[in-house]
């Protein structure tokens, strides 16, 4: 293995990649694997879908992407066959080749990797906002709950195999546990408060909640980032 997969449900994993923290997310179905997020270099993909090839016996046959930062989705395009599910605010800024570029410099990236990553860019398959998506003996929800860490957030619930499952919701950065939330120019700090009501809405009291950087947490975690936010009203 490449990375530590840590097991959150039937069929359902998480990886935390060494730069930046980052999670990307796993579903197995039997139409193939879903990840959540792909990090930010072609070579971090690669060994992500080795590792999903070992774990699952499958391919990656589809991607969700969160939202637009760098470092959850400039590995995409290493899986070639892979279908690619977005916001089109997100499909839009992926041809936006200067703005990644620079967004992942200042925060580390090696630069020859991320012009790799960006020059193999493709367009997503998929650009939606709520889809219920059929993996054959499973689906999943994507849903956009909201304004928040960006203007177009996306989170994936995934349903429990059986008992005694919970809900898993891959959160995205609309929820953060290994620093505080990122406020910049792409937030909306209004609305994210009650944008999390409705990411609590979806995974409900017992859900599994799985932030974009960071351990996973509960609701109880998600209701303190909650009162976190509006103190900075």
Not at 20 to 31: K, M, P, R, S
Not at 47 to 68: C, F, G, M, P
Not at 110 to 116: F, K
Request: charged share 25%.
């Amino acid at each position: 293995m490449n990375f530590v997969w840590e097991r959150l449900a039937e069929g359902v994993q998480r990886t935390r990649l060494p730069f930046l923290d980052v999670t990307v997310g796993l579903v197995e179905a039997d139409t193939g694997a879903l990840v959540v997020d792909t990090g930010t270099t072609l070579s971090e993909a690669a060994a992500i879908e080795a590792d999903i090839r070992a774990i699952a016996h499958s391919s990656v046959t589809r991607i969700v992407l969160t939202h637009k930062h760098f470092d959850h989705v400039l590995g995409s395009s290493a899986f070639m066959h892979a279908e690619i599910y977005c916001s089109p605010e997100v499909a839009a800024y992926m041809s936006a080749s200067a703005e990644l570029r620079a967004d992942a410099l200042r925060h580390g990236a090696d630069a020859a990797a991320v012009d790799r990553a960006i020059a193999a860019l493709r367009t997503p398959d998929h650009v939606v906002y709520d889809v219920d998506v059929d993996l054959g003996d499973r689906s999943v929800s994507i849903r956009h709950p909201g304004r928040g860490h960006t203007d177009t957030d996306l989170i994936v619930v995934v349903p429990p195999a059986g008992a005694p499952d919970a809900t898993v919701v891959f959160c995205g950065d609309l929820v953060e546990e290994s620093a505080d939330p990122v406020i910049d120019a792409d937030s909306d700090l209004a609305a994210w408060p009650e944008t999390l009501d409705r990411l609590l809405e979806a995974g409900g009291p017992d859900a599994v909640y799985v932030p974009g950087h960071g351990a996973v947490v509960d609701a109880g975690f998600i209701r303190r980032q909650q009162t976190w936010l509006q103190g900075r009203l």
